[in-house]
């Protein structure tokens, strides 16, 4: 009962941040603020600015896929760098309006002259553009946006904002390719983006064209890739007036045990295959795990399991939840956390977490 209440408590402080109407001040007298001390992990403080003004669009686009969560959770990865945890509040992103949104993911129609274009600063490419074959492709799906605050006193100051481009490549009636787009192909238009993006904000946000801007790239699902999600690939750091230099990130979720998996790190490929053996060696029936690793330039940052078990008993739940728990603990020695969801018959009955350098801990659920 009590993680239950916990669970609520928690849902209700996220519908409290994200059910407010959008703004777009730049500085804020109060807000409700939140402390990021009950997570795992080096999360953000928050606060409550109303929700992000292209948040439903982005979550009917990405609501039936991982991307919607690896998108944001991505951005605040390659924001820490120029805006810290240690300094800054995280606020949904609200400084862009709908007209902004439109102004730059639509295109004009086919034979607009140039002095009656609507959509002038349009991240998408040209009409009678060809890309690896393609005429006139779609490229941005759409944007996202986090915005960084910094406390003095009682006041919050937007002090610097992450875009997140993403791009999904379609045919002009908005199908996908039958081919995947060249990586050189993405690269050029990402460098071009990328600049429109800043230009854009420079010339008709005046209000934010002071502030530092990190714009980043995220490539949308591809299954020559991931079967997954999609992943960040490019990011650019713009303050001053100039354009920051882009450079290639690369964020990737694999499956254990996938291929990918094995090829891309052996090491954690042979740690969760002796785990996995471990589990189906002390169950009476069958026991499935699966696992995600999320890597950033080959290094695994984190893992998300999950056994699924068939148990008889309360007893047998906590013997095979210690041995996946010991196990964890004995054979993933390197430096990255670990979240173990238990589930029997589809019911979570057990978490086991075992964050950076220190040791596995189990929660059973119980009524």
Do not use: W
Request: proline share 1%; glycine share 6%.
């Amino acid at each position: 009962m009590r993680l239950k209440k916990i669970m609520l408590g928690g849902l209700t402080a996220v519908l409290l941040l994200t059910g407010c109407s959008s703004s777009t001040s730049s500085q804020r007298t109060s807000a409700n603020a939140t402390d990021a001390s009950s997570f795992s992990g080096d999360y953000y403080k928050m606060i409550d600015t109303g929700r992000g003004t292209n948040s439903e669009n982005l979550y009917l686009e990405f609501s039936s896929t991982n991307d919607l969560i690896t998108i944001g959770s991505g951005l605040q990865i390659l924001s820490e760098s120029h805006f810290s945890t240690d300094s800054y509040y995280l606020s949904e992103g609200t400084q862009l309006t709908n007209d902004d949104y439109e102004q730059l993911l639509k295109r004009d129609a086919v034979g607009t002259k140039k002095n009656k274009m609507k959509y002038p600063d349009t991240l998408q490419v040209a009409h009678g553009t060809t890309l690896d074959g393609i005429k006139d492709p779609i490229m941005a799906d759409t944007l996202t946006e986090q915005d960084y605050y910094v406390k003095s006193g009682t006041k919050y100051k937007l002090a610097g904002i992450s875009f997140a481009i993403i791009v999904n490549p379609k045919t002009s009636d908005n199908k996908k390719f039958d081919t995947t787009m060249s990586s050189t192909t993405i690269r050029n238009y990402s460098r071009d983006a990328i600049k429109k993006m800043y230009k854009y904000i420079r010339l008709k946000k005046k209000s934010l064209r002071n502030l530092p801007i990190n714009i980043c790239i995220y490539r949308a699902n591809d299954d020559e890739v991931s079967t997954i999600n999609g992943n960040y690939i490019y990011q650019a750091y713009c303050t001053n007036g100039n354009v920051g230099s882009m450079k290639s990130v690369n964020h990737e979720n694999v499956t254990f045990t996938s291929d990918r998996a094995k090829k891309l790190d052996a090491t954690a490929y042979s740690d969760f295959v002796t785990v996995k053996n471990a589990l189906k060696n002390a169950s009476t029936e069958s026991a499935g795990l699966v696992g995600t690793g999320h890597y950033i330039n080959g290094t695994l940052q984190s893992m998300k399991i999950e056994a699924h078990l068939n148990i008889k008993t309360y007893t047998e739940l906590l013997y095979l939840t210690s041995v996946l728990a010991d196990r964890i603990n004995s054979k993933f020695t390197e430096d990255f956390n670990i979240k173990c969801l238990v589930y029997s018959q589809d019911e979570l009955m057990a978490i086991i977490i075992k964050n950076k350098g220190e040791d596995a801990k189990t929660t059973i659920i119980e009524e």
